[in-house]
């Protein structure tokens, strides 16, 4: 083979280039303090991390085993991709995953990514340090209380590792090596950071490679008040220069101070690679890579999830959007998929006979004789505190009470996309929630035409069409789903 397959980082050539900017910029003879933060680097030595080719069996780590990330809102479709890319890896996973935030990660938010894992909690920290938090930095000043969130993980305690991971990670491969025992004794694990450079810059204050912050492993004997302590001072001083190379990190700086006098094991960047080095040295082949790190713009926070705003999206950056969508669109719709059968397994039969439709309880009441359903196809219906706190419209739950009935049960009828807000509200007994999948990304357009929706195979039951307003569309599904049943003559609304 005479050159390098494809795929694979072409170091000699990418060596020589850094050797010879280097020497570019001694002949130059420029004061330090005139060079760039990538010009320093280029004057110092140089890591080139390793890289493992081979695809590792996952075991689950059991409760001994907790993880830790951190998120806000934003964030919230990011956290969601992380914990499907993690079940996908570990579907009986035991560890229980604690998610740290600022309080902008509300109820109905957290049900939903509860869903995913059944060990998930949420916390939101009121650290002592939080109102003398630096913000001598842009970098600093944006990311706030909650870039160092991650330190909470200090706090945890009666484990014998915490895993701490960032919210912008897609896990695509096992990541046993990050809690198994080691060759190096019980040692910090990290991986050194790189990805605009296909080397880590090694920091003068600490003598290594500067560690991503994104990816750490900690031993149990380090989950103290101690170290709890140590953190906080670092935190506290994180606007005090120590080398130009950390200056510019926030949690990433302090972190590699709290690790400068400490055993830390260097795993291969299987187990942390940056997307930009995904793209830029590796041709986008990810095989064997057992994280993915989406540093930089962030996928879900730009079309098609959002409109993404002013200065989010940085023209000509690295990345790979397509990759982050695809893994989480195939993860998210076998979810859903398997959640809305779980439901519906779980729900007992729907009663036999003509049924009525109606869209507000009254119509209902003056039905005559037969099963009732209601469909209930606007959250404005639900109040101002939607989703988080929805509530009845007036008069509404006196009505549920007045349809409900044992013998024939009332049925509600509503996206599953609302079930974790819906599911909190009080339901009358003789009453019964009925789920739809009615969402985006999956759900085809009804204008698009009935004609382009195959529904008479075995690929029956899954997404229905969309409307706006949601009400044709509703009825158009609850009409399937009963005639489907053998249910009939179906009436209204």
Not at 124 to 148: T, V
Not at 423 to 451: M, N, T, Y
Request: glycine fraction near 8%; aromatic fraction near 8%; hydrophobic fraction near 45%.
């Amino acid at each position: 083979m005479s050159e390098g397959p494809y795929g694979w980082l072409n170091r000699p050539q990418l060596q020589a280039e850094a050797e010879r900017q280097a020497e570019h910029l001694r002949a130059a003879s420029r004061p330090p303090e005139s060079l760039r933060r990538s010009e320093l680097e280029l004057l110092g030595p140089l890591h080139w991390p390793e890289r493992h080719h081979t695809l590792l069996e996952a075991h689950d780590p059991g409760p001994e085993v907790a993880l830790l990330t951190v998120a806000n809102d934003r964030f919230a479709r990011g956290l969601e991709a992380l914990l499907l890319s993690l079940r996908a890896v570990y579907p009986t996973l035991t560890a229980p995953v604690v998610v740290a935030h600022e309080g902008s990660l509300g109820p109905f938010l957290q049900r939903r990514l509860a869903a995913i894992h059944p060990l998930l909690t949420f916390v939101q920290p009121e650290p002592a340090w939080a109102a003398s938090l630096p913000s001598d930095s842009h970098n600093r000043r944006r990311i706030g209380l909650l870039g160092y969130l991650n330190s909470h993980a200090l706090s945890l305690r009666g484990y014998r590792r915490v895993l701490v991971l960032d919210s912008d990670l897609l896990i695509t491969g096992a990541l046993d090596p990050l809690w198994a025992d080691g060759e190096v004794g019980e040692a910090f694990r990290a991986v050194p950071d790189c990805g605009d450079r296909p080397w880590a810059a090694v920091s003068p204050h600490t003598g290594r490679p500067v560690l991503n912050s994104g990816v750490v492993s900690v031993p149990g004997w380090a989950l103290t008040a101690a170290w709890e302590g140590r953190m906080e001072a670092l935190i506290r001083r994180a606007a005090e220069p120590v080398c130009p190379l950390l200056d510019r990190f926030a949690d990433q700086k302090v972190w590699n101070q709290l690790l400068a006098d400490q055993s830390v094991e260097l795993l291969p960047l299987n187990f942390n690679c940056n997307v930009k080095y995904l793209v830029q040295y590796l041709a986008g082949c990810a095989e064997g890579l057992s994280v993915v790190h989406f540093a930089g713009p962030k996928p879900w926070l730009t079309w098609p999830w959002v409109e993404p705003e002013l200065g989010e999206q940085r023209p000509g950056a690295v990345g790979d959007p397509l990759f982050w969508n695809r893994h989480y669109r195939q993860q998210l719709m076998a979810w859903r998929l398997r959640l809305h059968s779980e439901l519906q397994a779980a729900a007992p039969p729907l009663p036999l006979g003509p049924a009525r439709l109606a869209a507000d309880p009254w119509a209902l009441a003056a039905a005559p004789d037969g099963s009732r359903h209601l469909l209930l196809a606007e959250p404005e219906l639900f109040g101002p505190g939607w989703p988080d706190q929805p509530v009845w419209p007036p008069g509404w739950a006196a009505a549920l009470e007045a349809l409900a009935s044992s013998e024939m049960p009332l049925q509600l009828w509503a996206p599953l996309e609302w079930e974790p807000a819906l599911r909190g509200l009080p339901l009358p007994a003789g009453a019964q929630w009925r789920w739809l999948l009615i969402e985006a990304p999956f759900s085809p357009s009804l204008a698009a035409g009935d004609d382009l929706i195959a529904e008479g195979g075995a690929w029956s039951g899954g997404f229905e069409p969309w409307s706006e307003p949601l009400l044709p569309a509703l009825e158009r599904a609850v009409r399937r789903r009963l005639t489907a049943a053998g249910i009939g003559p179906v009436h209204g609304p």
